[in-house]
Structures are given as structure tokens and as C-alpha cells.
């Protein structure tokens, strides 16, 4: 065993004006030759972070918004919200003549742009542009145009705005809240229009019942949340 390593001279010379016998010397710790030197402040800390950044990432992933899963889960209430409120189009085409301003009060939900108004109506499908059918309806104004999307693509958020409890500030940004009406638009698709052959309605009686954005009243494009085809 090695011996202890002498005092500093300084030591000495202060223990003997003191009139005090050499006290032993501090020795520096010696790092264990099996455990090596244990994780300082610093090694801690380090861990700690990668491990919350792991965390914070994992959190990231399963928080990260789906349009689809979002629009696939709120697309029933809103088909059945449009449903039950949809008025008549020939009643709905007379209210609005009548006094725009109190149609919408008693029919539609406000929105940024325009209201958003239920209606429900039967017609004859001409012949379509772009997966846009217009519809001749008797009992309507003749300088009214009412038309029906029926994709592939279904423009707008007319679903989205529909129920008017869908606010931008439940969503992280202008894109999210976008895309969270393409998926409402992705989803009533799939239950809706999948089932119709949507490229052959030329010539045939349908039933439809959606909603429109009250922009001009003479022009109504209806996204549809039920179709009928005779």
C-alpha cells in the first residue's frame, strides 16, 4: 500500500506557528477501479433530455392531425344535423326572395363567408361539367341555377361549416382547420357517392338533400349528405 503523500511545506509551516502537531493531509478521492467515476451533473442532465426529447417526439407523432380520421368521425353528426334541418328548395327559394337576411336567421348557420343553408330538393340531372350535375326542379324561379357536386374532387367546406360548432380555434393552424373540411368532404364520399354511379346520372330523376353556401342566390352548389337516384 503506498504511503500517504507528504503535507504541502506551506502545511508544515503553518502548523508549527500554530504550535500544533502536522495534521494528515487531504488526500484527493481515487476513483473506484470497478464503478470508474460515477455520472456527474452533467451525464445526469443529459440522460434526462434525451429521454424527454424521445418523449416529446413520441407525444408529437400521436398527436399529429389526421383529416380522414377526423372527418370519418364527425361526418355522421353533421349528415344528420343537415338532415333533420334541410328546408324544402321550393320553400327555401321563397324565403330567401322574400327577405334574404331572415331566411337565414330561421334556416341556415352564419359563417365567415356567406351562410350556410339546408336544403332539401328533386330533379332531373343534366349533363355534368367536371362532376357538377345542374338539376331542373319545377317550382323554382327559371333564373334560379341549382347544381350538385358529385366529385371526384367536392370542393369548399359547406360540411364543415354546416353545423356552425366547428371553430378554427379548436385547430393548430389555417391549414389543419382546412384540411379538416376535405376530410368531412373525403368522408361523405365514401358513404354517399361511392354507391352511385355518379358518371350516368344525365337524364335521371335524384333526390337530393345537403347543404350550400348562400353567396348569390340565384346560384345554389349543393354538397350532398344523402342522394337518391330513380
Request: charged share 20%; net charge neutral.
Amino acid at each position: 500500500m503506498r504511503p500517504p503523500a507528504p503535507c504541502s511545506s506551506q502545511r508544515q509551516t503553518d502548523d508549527r506557528q500554530l504550535h500544533r502537531p502536522p495534521g494528515p493531509c487531504r488526500q484527493p478521492p481515487r476513483p473506484d477501479p470497478v464503478r470508474g467515476p460515477g455520472p456527474g451533473r452533467h451525464g445526469r442532465h443529459r440522460a434526462g433530455h434525451h429521454r424527454g426529447a424521445g418523449r416529446s417526439e413520441a407525444d408529437a407523432r400521436q398527436q399529429a392531425f389526421s383529416p380522414d380520421t377526423y372527418g370519418t368521425q364527425e361526418f355522421p353528426r353533421i349528415r344528420d344535423a343537415v338532415i333533420e334541418r334541410a328546408v324544402p328548395a321550393t320553400d327555401l327559394a321563397a324565403a330567401i326572395a322574400a327577405d334574404q337576411d331572415a331566411a337565414i336567421a330561421e334556416y341556415g348557420t352564419p359563417a365567415s363567408t356567406g351562410a350556410i343553408m339546408m336544403v332539401t330538393v328533386t330533379g332531373t340531372a343534366g349533363e355534368p361539367r367536371a362532376g357538377v350535375y345542374p338539376l331542373t326542379v319545377e317550382g323554382l324561379p327559371d333564373d334560379l341555377r341549382i347544381r350538385v357536386q358529385t366529385g371526384p374532387a367536392i370542393n369548399g367546406t359547406d360540411l364543415r361549416d354546416a353545423p356552425g360548432d366547428i371553430a378554427f380555434g379548436a385547430f393548430k393552424n389555417q391549414i389543419e382547420y382546412q384540411d379538416a373540411g376535405s376530410g368531412i368532404n373525403r368522408a361523405m364520399a365514401a358513404e354517399v357517392l361511392a354507391v352511385i354511379d355518379t358518371a350516368a346520372l344525365a337524364g335521371k330523376q335524384v333526390t337530393v338533400t345537403g347543404a350550400f353556401r348562400l353567396i348569390n342566390p340565384a346560384n345554389w352548389l349543393i354538397t350532398p349528405v344523402a342522394m337518391e337516384v330513380q
